[in-house]
Structures are given as C-alpha cells and as structure tokens.
C-alpha cells in the first residue's frame, strides 16, 4: 500500500474531492452496473487529470482517502493505475487497446548491475520471444531500447499515462521509437530489479495474452517457461556477471510490485554473500539487527523492516538492507505483532513462516546468521541528512549509519 505524502494540504480541491466521492461511491455500490457506473465517472476524470499533468490532484485525493477510508483508497489506487497503464487509441477508423506491460528480472552480483539503453537487435530479439510465446497472435507491440532501473522508470500517474500513449501510438503505427536520453542514475545495489517496458495493442475487446485467447490459466506456466528459456541468454548479455531471475511479463504496477517483493530475498543472500567474502568471515560471525520502521503518522503501522548487520561482539553496523512491506503484507504484520507474546530480543526462526518478519528470520537462518536481534518497538523512517542512506538500530536502539570497518576493500556501497 502506497504511504500518504508528508506536509499535505488539509483542504482538498474541487477535483480532489471529486475523486475521493467517487471512490467512495464506488465501495458503497449495491450492484454491479451501479459500481461500473460510478467507476466511469472515475476514469473520465482520470484520463482528463492526467493527460493535463495534474498529479498533485490524484496525490491529495489519495492522501485524503489513505487516512479516512482504506477501501476507498485501494478502489481510487487501482482506477489510477488503469487509467495511467492503459488506454484506447483510434487508429484508421479502428479503436484499439493498449497496455503498458512490464518484464521484471531479478539481478544479484558482487560488482555491478547494467541499466539504460540497450542494443536494438536485443530489442528486435526480445520483442520477437515476447510476441512468440506470451502475446495473443493478432497484437500489435513494441519494446522501449532501455533496461530501466526502478529510478529509471516514470516517477507517477501521469508519468506513466504519457510514456503508455506515446509507445502506443508507436505500436499502432509500427514507428521506431527514440532512443531513450540519457536516464537518472541508479545508486549501486547488489540485488536489484531491471524492467524491460512494452506495450501492446490489440482491437477492442480481443485478448492481449496467449492464456486470454485460449482460456487456458495453465498457459502462463509455460509462456514464463518459455520466456526463461528464449529471453535469458539475450539478457544475460546485458547484465555480464549478474544472477539472474526472469518474472512473468505482466501489467506495468503488478509487474513492478512483483518484482519489488521478489527481489527482496535475493538482497538477504547477496548481503551476506557479499559480507563474508569482503570481510573473509563465516556466516556465523555475523549478527543481524532487525528494526521495525514507519511513518509517525501511521499509528504504529510498519512501513519497512530494516536490517542492520554487525560483526561478532561489536557493536558497529557495517552494512543494512530495506525490506518494504506491500499491500496485505502491512495488516499480516500488524496481526502477528499482535498476537506475539515472546520479549526475548533474540528470536528463534524455528517457527511457523507466514508473516514477512518470519520470512526473513527464515533467511537469515539459511544463510547461516544464527545471531539475530529484533527490536520491538517501531523506529521513525530517518535518513542520513548528508547521504540519504536509510539508518538502521544498532543494538542500543540507536539509528547509525551502516559504515564498512576500515581496511575493507572497496566495493559496491549499497544493498537493496
């Protein structure tokens, strides 16, 4: 679930308050037709918001919505998203569909992770496995020329709604497109997640994927298949000395979402892989400190987890990693926190794993930490005011800065 903005205005717009109307009226619907009804109204004053720039407007409503009602929130959050990743175009007196979709990998390395543009007969390459064995046969597709960090990619809504309705002008009209200039930085994570964007076009009403058009659910399972196995050498080109995972090609916000969480564990084992060979230590030696982080405002809700790794019998935190929590995961947390009865700061990981903190007490055990801190109470999300580096608590409940110990040698200065 996306966190409200900071420092945002208590009075809403005309616009704003239409939104946040709507989205209620929506949850309230009796039927069916009354819901569709009412999410019309929705997208229209979506599309007419975002293909004039006026995101603050979505922000403010959803900001509102996220402290009054959560349903409403979710229902205006999924209408945004739809409105900014697809849209229909008329072309030579036919309209058509459009999705923008994205192609999530999963990458670890101890060196670095590539990003921007990439070759064309890559793109070619690529376009041709995506259109062989997950689009429906009558689509239409292009590929943008750019492997995208998560900083690369359009920054909101309405970001998103323009690059959606420029690449798909480029699909209907089979035009080459631009090649990207030059992209943001993307600070040096040893897992990280690339996209490859795309977007597809078919007729109104007919399906976009292989598994629509022959009602076949088992037909992704193979088309994931099937793009492991075509897609990954080309990309394995463009990421040399990388591990790498390939995820479904999907929506442009699923896709990212899903790649989000699934990279997580990859940070978890790159971390300490990374540790032990730089600092020529057993796992054992580590000792990992694990801090609940969220936003003042949230009542105690746990935004992110936070952690920190120190070596054996010091009290230094040499290095950290972010586990963001999404969606559901955010009320999972809140109900095992509830029900926990245990104080002991040293936590065993031999129990049952559903919730994301057993998840990560379950790696840590894995990679063989076997000491392994959790802090109760829940820290405010502070940030190096020089650096902008997540703080993490160090055993004394204090927020530090993750420092490598002196000597160390020179490496990739952040995880994930």
Excluded at 252 to 276: M, N, W
Excluded at 362 to 378: M, Q, S
């Amino acid at each position: 679930m996306r966190r409200p903005s900071k420092n945002t205005s208590q009075k809403l717009s005309a616009d704003s308050q239409r939104l946040a109307t709507l989205a209620q009226a929506i949850i309230q619907a009796a039927s069916r037709l009354e819901e569709r009804n009412w999410e019309r109204q929705l997208d229209t004053l979506l599309r007419k918001l975002l293909k004039n720039d006026h995101q603050d407007t979505i922000d403010a409503a959803l900001d509102h919505l996220f402290k009054q009602e959560s349903a409403a929130y979710d229902a205006l959050m999924e209408c945004a998203e739809a409105a900014s990743e697809s849209c229909q175009i008329e072309q030579d007196g036919v309209l058509y569909d459009a999705l923008l979709i994205a192609m999530p990998i999963l990458a670890w390395t101890r060196f670095s992770i590539a990003s921007g543009a990439i070759p064309t007969d890559v793109t070619t390459t690529l376009s041709a496995h995506l259109h062989a064995h997950m689009l429906a046969t009558e689509t239409k597709m292009v590929m943008a020329s750019a492997l995208f960090s998560i900083d690369q990619l359009p920054r909101n809504h309405a970001e998103t709604f323009a690059f959606t309705h420029r690449m798909a002008q480029a699909a209907l009209k089979g035009a080459a497109l631009k090649q990207p200039t030059q992209a943001p930085e993307t600070a040096p994570f040893l897992a990280d997640t690339r996209y490859l964007l795309a977007v597809v076009t078919a007729v109104a009403g007919e399906p976009l994927f292989r598994w629509q058009a022959s009602a076949n659910l088992a037909e992704r399972d193979e088309a994931l298949a099937q793009w492991n196995a075509q897609a990954m050498p080309n990309i394995a080109r463009l990421l040399p000395g990388c591990g790498i995972e390939l995820l479904l090609p999907e929506a442009y916000f699923v896709a990212c979402r899903e790649g989000d969480k699934q990279i997580r564990p990859a940070s978890i084992r790159a971390a300490v892989h990374y540790l032990t060979h730089t600092l020529n230590v057993e796992p054992s030696a580590l000792q990992a400190i694990i801090g609940s982080f969220g936003e003042e405002s949230t009542d105690g809700r746990v935004d992110e987890y936070r952690i920190g790794f120190t070596l054996e019998k010091d009290t230094d935190v040499v290095y950290g990693i972010v586990w963001p929590l999404y969606g559901e995961e955010d009320d999972a947390e809140l109900q095992y926190r509830s029900v926990e009865t245990s104080t002991d700061p040293v936590i065993s990981a031999d129990i049952e794993r559903k919730s994301p903190i057993e998840e990560i007490l379950a790696l840590l055990e894995e990679c063989g930490i076997v000491n392994v801190k959790r802090h109760t109470e829940c820290f405010a999300m502070e940030f190096c005011d020089d650096c902008g580096s997540p703080l993490y608590a160090d055993m004394n409940a204090e927020l530090v800065h993750a420092e490598m110990p002196e000597g160390a040698p020179a490496g990739s200065t952040h995880l994930h």
